[in-house]
């Protein structure tokens, strides 16, 4: 599917992805909650097409049909709404993220990861930004963000212990990388995935390929060394010429 094809997911149906994959309910929605959730389409199609400094109210409350005295029945004000949407959607990506099938083999298992991180992301389009706003405007946001970025730390920081037992002794340093890792990949998929003018869409014409880049970066600065090659893999094969001459490049963990 096509950055184009992702962007409009997002933006036509957020509850068809949320409920995917077993998170949906498993009772009837009342009426209630669908106009609940009509609330929450429409604030993420707004902030997603103005941003969420720009968005108002009226904005939402029109893009979903629904009277202003019916919007404040459910929330209180734009605050609240983009609260309870971003709650959703860290929620989701939390379970979706920590819920990757773990993998023998190393690079095998950052890659996917990064694969379901980069869903997000991908389906996001521009409101990966407004989403930045929100964090940056509402300190609830920000304290669910850290609460994510932890639970993410937590996992990378036990697998490298798994996987290098000598770090056991080194908890901080373990988790300042695994932090360090985390911002890198936000970094690189915000440039890409929301920057439609980005130089990284040039570099890599393909959401595949930047994905496996930032994988083949993040193996590397956990490990050291360069993942063993496979089959196919077209930004592996080049990245791994990137060593010094002379130099162990490449190992498995």
Do not use: C
């Amino acid at each position: 599917m096509g950055l184009k094809q992702n962007k409009k997911l997002i933006a036509g149906g957020i509850f068809r992805y949320v409920d995917a994959e077993g998170f949906a309910p498993t009772e009837p929605l009342t009426k209630g909650e669908r106009t609940n959730r009509r609330l929450l389409q429409a604030a993420l199609d707004s902030f997603h097409k103005n941003g969420y400094h720009a968005s108002r109210v009226s904005d939402i409350t029109e893009r979903a049909s629904i009277s202003a005295g019916a919007f404040y029945l459910y929330f209180k004000d734009k605050e609240a709404i983009a609260l309870e949407l971003m709650k959703l959607l860290l929620d989701r990506l939390t379970r979706y993220v920590l819920d990757t099938p773990r993998a023998e083999d190393a690079f095998e298992a950052i890659l996917e990861a990064n694969k379901r991180y980069a869903d997000f992301y991908r389906q996001g389009g521009e409101f990966n930004r407004a989403a930045l706003q929100i964090r940056d405007a509402l300190p609830e946001v920000k304290a669910m963000v850290d609460a994510v970025n932890a639970a993410v730390s937590r996992r990378v920081a036990e697998a490298l212990k798994r996987r290098i037992p000598d770090t056991a002794d080194y908890e901080n340093e373990r988790h300042a990388l695994a932090y360090a890792m985390i911002g890198m990949i936000d970094s690189i998929y915000i440039e890409y995935f929301s920057n439609e003018k980005s130089p990284m869409r040039a570099f890599f014409s393909a959401p595949e390929d930047v994905i496996e880049f930032a994988s083949v970066l993040w193996y590397r600065a956990l490990f050291g060394v360069n993942p063993e090659s496979h089959d196919g893999s077209r930004i592996l094969s080049i990245m791994t010429r990137f060593v010094l001459p002379g130099s162990n490049s490449s190992r498995q963990p």
